[in-house]
């Protein structure tokens, strides 16, 4: 089995960074780093598995989520459903099921009116800013697309807060990630594609 994973910064995979493939922040990085992945790979039969950090309104922080569905900030001009597949794994026992929220944008009032996040809020549990772009990528290559997050903040941390807090949070979901290899190497042998 093939498995190409991809987070945004080295800062939210800790341990695995040596196997990770990196977007940078923003769907506008992501799709630079998907293009160049793609060029490499685009023939190859590999599942993308996207890892990494998200900010959450009401869901504590350090908690694990596998994605559901991801609805793309800004654009409603992506004609498919988002709709990330998923590994069934024991160790998924104890893991929320969330649907995301993903913009090229930090959310917060500064960037959107209370009344659109009002509307996004009963819709979405989790933000971030690049899987909008890996999960298209995914469907228009037909690979296989499964994202595990992390919540590292209520929305209510500047950058430079995260950065300080994702390194600790990171170990937790690099121990899930590691449980849920470990599962999928009991039916073979996984190559992480770069």
Not at 16 to 41: P, Q, S
Not at 124 to 141: R, T
């Amino acid at each position: 089995m093939k498995i190409a994973l991809f987070a945004a910064v080295p800062d939210e995979v800790g341990s695995l960074a040596d196997l990770v493939n990196f977007t940078g922040i923003g769907r506008e990085n992501a799709t630079c780093a998907m293009i160049r992945f793609m060029n490499r790979h685009a023939d190859e039969d590999f599942i993308m598995l996207n890892i990494g950090t998200v900010g959450s309104y009401d869901m504590p922080v350090g908690t694990i989520l596998c994605i559901r569905e991801i609805l793309s900030g800004s654009s409603s001009f992506y004609p498919k459903k988002m709709l990330p597949d998923y590994f069934d794994v024991q160790a998924d026992a104890s893991v929320r099921e969330a649907t995301l929220y993903s913009s090229d944008s930090f959310v917060s009032t500064t960037v959107f009116t209370e009344s659109y996040l009002d509307d996004v809020k009963s819709k979405v549990d989790c933000f971030d800013m690049e899987s909008s772009v890996l999960m298209s990528f995914a469907q228009e290559n037909g690979k296989k697309y499964v994202s595990y997050k992390i919540v590292s903040d209520n929305l209510d941390v500047s950058l430079e807060v995260w950065k300080q807090t994702v390194h600790e949070l990171s170990k937790a979901l690099v121990l899930h990630i590691q449980q849920v290899l470990k599962e999928l190497e009991q039916n073979g042998k996984i190559e992480f594609l770069k």
